[in-house]
């Protein structure tokens, strides 16, 4: 596997190559993210995958100082999985100085996880416009884990014309049913036990809806209290439509269920498409 540091020894090195498939992360990886870069192997000549822990979409207060860096364990680990190019550049390579220019990604981007994490997906959206130059992949795989930014970065693409197919990928789940993230080793014990909670509060509106029942607001009400009784800060858990995370309106059936919430000092989301009968 080869690891590439600068944007000019990728370009040199990625010149005659048509079929580049690339998965952006902050590294820390897991098997969600191995389950991404194996997509990736699949799906192009080339798979790169990136890794940058990018501070413009750390807000104050988030967790970019204590982001686990673990660079030497994530390459064995993409290694196994067949990735054939690591990207890693340093702040040096993707910050030379400070960013005067920003994406400024539309109102979907001020709701949910914006509306907590104030300019997180202008960051999101700056640095992966920033990747995909720097890669110019013919396509890129993210998660639905981060079921909004894979929306935000959809929508982007489409409107800048980015000529770059994005392949969303399913989300990996312990056996326990929690969903993969590099914030779960910051989980005491007891709090790793009681984790499965907002998936359980998520699948309990998930069979509402299947039973028919179109009282969204009740049913978020009453996931976000089970996980209140149980000592989690709620930040939200809701239905929305899976285009536009709007609002369901009467005649809306592809829907997805949302949460965040906080267990301890760790905050953690979740997320469940479903087709309403
Ligand atoms: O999903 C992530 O890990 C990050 O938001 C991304 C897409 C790599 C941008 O830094």
């Known amino acids: 596997m080869e690891v590439i540091k600068t944007v000019d020894e990728l370009r040199a090195r990625l010149a005659r190559e048509h079929d580049v498939c690339c998965v952006p992360t902050m590294g820390n990886i897991h ?9 990736a192997a699949q799906t192009a000549s080339v798979s790169l995958t990136t890794i940058f822990v990018n501070r413009l979409q750390f807000g104050q207060g988030e967790d970019f100082e204590r982001y686990p860096r673990t660079f030497e364990e994530d390459c064995a680990k993409l290694e196994a999985v067949g990735n054939k190019i690591v ?16 994406i400024d990604p539309p109102k979907v981007a001020k709701k949910l996880e914006g509306r907590f994490r104030q ?3 202008r960051g999101v959206c700056t640095v992966v416009l920033k990747l995909f130059n720097a890669v110019q992949p013919q396509s890129a795989v993210f998660g ?7 929306a935000i970065i959809r929508h982007m693409v489409d409107q800048f014309a980015l000529p770059i197919c994005i392949i969303p990928a399913e989300t990996v789940r312990a056996g326990d049913g929690l969903a993969l993230s590099s914030r779960n080793r910051y989980l005491s014990e007891a709090e790793r036990k009681e984790a499965p909670r907002l998936r359980e509060a998520i699948l309990q509106i998930r069979d509402a809806i299947n039973e028919g029942d179109r009282k969204f607001v009740a049913m978020e009400y009453a996931a976000g209290a089970l996980l209140s009784r149980h000592g989690w800060n709620v930040d939200y858990v809701v ?11 009467p005649d809306d059936s592809d ?3 949302l949460g965040a919430a906080t267990l301890g000092s760790t905050r953690l989301i979740d997320n469940l498409e479903v087709v309403a009968p």
């Open 87 to 102: 990207f890693h550049p340093d702040e040096q390579q993707m910050y030379p100085e400070p960013q005067a220019f920003f």
């Open 31 to 39: 098997d969600g993210h191995l389950s991404l870069v194996k997509i």
């Open 255 to 257: 829907l997805v269920i």
């Open 144 to 150: 639905k884990k981060d079921y909004q930014q894979l």
């Open 239 to 249: 239905v929305r439509t899976q285009r536009g995370l709007k609002r369901p309106s």
């Open 119 to 121: 300019g997180h997906f």
